[in-house]
């Protein structure tokens, strides 16, 4: 490269997990023309799992250093955790890439200011930031309780109102708990008046058979005289 300035900005799963199963995602940066060959490098706890997000830019450096600061600094407590240096742990995926691709966006714009002729990139770069401000509002709020429709911000908490304090849960879970007895006293009642009916076919079908047979023998009978 002509440029050591340029250089690539990424963000990765890796193969490890926090103590409670949380992910953890590393922050870099790499001058190579080729990312793939930095990425391989990567060994044991640093290992790889998936590329969440790349993107190629100039002064590499300072943007990686404005993500790192920015996601320890985070407001998204959350959301976000920092684990040490450039890995951080995160129980949604989603809204983290959301908050790294949003943390780049901003820095482009900073850099764009006062750029002559450049009003078109800094619109569309308005728009990204709006795009991903929504997308991340709503990924704050993904975790809705199914029955009473209450948001929370993590898995955890959803999880747990779910299982144990949800009061419209545990009354749909009552009200079916009585369906569910009135429909098993009505399948044995059926069940019963079914029994019934096929008794009551065997017995039409023997009184049949017996009155065949006993016609058959009158018949027997008469043909003799």
Known sequence: ???????YLYFFRTHELTSSNVPIYKVG??????????????????KMSTLLYATYTKNHHALEQNVLQTLRSAKYHHLIENVHGEF???PDE??????????????????????PGDSSTIASLKDEIQRLKSANERDMNRWQCLHCSMTFSTNSHWNRHMRLYCKAKKNLLNQNAVLIEKLKEQIQFLT???KKEKEKTLALQKKKTTLRT???GFLHLLRQF
Not at 29 to 43: A, D, G, P, V
């Open 1 to 7: 490269m002509n440029n050591s300035t340029y250089g």
């Open 29 to 46: 940066r790499s001058s190579r023309e080729n990312l793939n060959l930095r990425l391989s490098e990567f060994t044991g706890k640093s």
């Open 88 to 90: 951080f742990s995160c």
């Open 94 to 115: 989603t809204a983290i890439v959301h908050y790294v691709k949003l943390i780049v966006v901003r820095w482009d714009l900073d850099v764009c200011r006062g750029l």
């Open 192 to 194: 019963e008046q079914n």
């Open 214 to 216: 006993e016609i058959e």
